[in-house]
C-alpha cells in the first residue's frame, strides 16, 4: 500500500519531467564555422501568445582558443552562464516560460557546440528583454578572465485572442515561418499605426535581390514573400514603415 501511494505521489513529477524539452542545434549556424550565438541580435527570438505553447532553441558555439592583447593565444575552456541570484530561473524570460540546455550545467566548452531552449506558455502579454550573464575561463586559469552580460535579445507576447480589442501596438518583425525556406514564408509584423511599408530582401553579399511597396494596418500584418526563384542560402529582409526598419535573417533551402 506505501508503495502504491509513493507511485501516486511522484506520478505528477514524472510528468513534469516528461514535459522539459530536449534542446535542438541551428545545423546551418553549425556548419558556417562561425562562433557566437544563433539567433544572433538581428533574427532575435520569436514571438508568443498567451496561452500558447513557446519554444525558442538557441545554438552556442564557443570556439577553440582567443587572442588577449599582452597574453597571446589562450584556449578557452568553458563559458559560465550565470544564473540571477534573486531569481535564478528567470533571466527576464516571459512568466510562464522557463530555460534548459545541454549541458544542463550551463557550462559551454570550448571548441564545441553547446544549445539552449526557451520553453513553456507565456501567461502575461508584454515586451520582454532577457539578460544572459556570462563569464569566460581559458585553461590553466581558475578564475574567469571576463564577464558580460548579453542584453539584446527581446520576446514579445501577444494576448490571447479576443482578450483585448484596445491593445497598444509597437512597430515590431517577427522571425518569416517557416524557416528554412523552399518556396513561400510569411513574415508578420506589428504597427502602431497604418503605413505604406517596404519590404527589402538582400543576399548574405549585400547585394539587394528584391523590394515592394504595400499598405499595412495598424494591428497584426503579414507579408507573403515568394522565395522560389531564390537559391539556397542566407538572405537579409528589412522591413521599413514610417521611418522605422528592422532587420531579420531567413535561410533558403531547396
Same mark, same amino acid.
Not at 25 to 32: G, R
Not at 37 to 61: C, E, H, K, M, R
Not at 90 to 119: A, E, H, Q, R
Not at 247 to 253: G, K, Q
Given at each position: ?6 507511485? =501516486?505521489?511522484?506520478?505528477?513529477? &514524472? $510528468? ?6 530536449? #534542446? ?17 541580435? /538581428?533574427?532575435?527570438? +520569436?514571438?508568443?501568445? +498567451?496561452? %500558447? /505553447? ?20 589562450? %584556449? ?5 552562464? %550565470?544564473? $540571477? ?13 522557463? &530555460? ?14 553547446? #544549445? ?22 581559458? +585553461?590553466?586559469?581558475?578564475?574567469? @578572465? ?12 501577444? *494576448? *490571447? ?9 509597437? =512597430? $515590431? +518583425? ?7 525556406? @523552399?518556396?513561400?514564408?510569411? !513574415? ?8 505604406? *511599408? ?17 499598405? *499595412? %494596418? ?6 507573403? =514573400? ?7 542560402? @542566407?538572405? !537579409?529582409?528589412? &522591413? ?15
Amino acid at each position: 500500500m506505501k508503495k502504491i501511494y509513493l507511485l =501516486f505521489f511522484l506520478l505528477p513529477l &514524472l $510528468n513534469l519531467k516528461a514535459q522539459t524539452p530536449t #534542446c535542438g542545434y541551428d545545423h546551418t549556424f553549425i556548419a558556417s564555422g562561425r562562433a557566437g550565438i544563433w539567433p544572433d541580435s /538581428a533574427t532575435n527570438f +520569436v514571438s508568443g501568445t +498567451v496561452g %500558447q /505553447a513557446y519554444l525558442q532553441n538557441v545554438t552556442i558555439v564557443i570556439p577553440k582558443d582567443t587572442t588577449v592583447s599582452g597574453l597571446g593565444t589562450l %584556449q578557452y575552456n568553458h563559458v559560465d552562464l %550565470q544564473t $540571477n541570484v534573486t531569481n535564478p530561473v528567470n533571466y527576464g524570460l516571459p512568466p510562464g516560460l522557463s &530555460l534548459t540546455g545541454t549541458p544542463s550545467t550551463f557550462k559551454f566548452p570550448g571548441n564545441d557546440s553547446s #544549445c539552449m531552449v526557451i520553453y513553456g506558455t507565456p501567461t502575461t502579454a508584454g515586451s520582454y528583454t532577457l539578460s544572459f550573464s556570462l563569464k569566460v575561463y581559458v +585553461v590553466g586559469s581558475p578564475i574567469a @578572465i571576463t564577464s558580460y552580460t548579453v542584453g539584446y535579445y527581446i520576446i514579445n507576447i501577444a *494576448a *490571447a485572442s479576443g482578450i483585448s480589442t484596445s491593445k497598444n501596438y509597437d =512597430f $515590431n +518583425v517577427m522571425q518569416n515561418s517557416p524557416n528554412p525556406v @523552399i518556396n513561400n514564408t510569411a !513574415i508578420k509584423f506589428t504597427t502602431p499605426v497604418d503605413g505604406k *511599408a517596404k519590404m527589402s530582401v538582400y543576399n548574405i553579399a549585400g547585394q539587394k535581390i528584391t523590394d515592394k511597396e504595400f499598405a *499595412a %494596418q495598424r494591428g497584426d500584418n503579414s507579408y507573403e =514573400f515568394d522565395a522560389a526563384a531564390l537559391e539556397s542560402g @542566407i538572405y !537579409i529582409y528589412a &522591413l521599413e514603415l514610417n521611418g522605422q526598419k528592422q532587420i531579420r535573417r531567413m535561410v533558403v533551402a531547396k
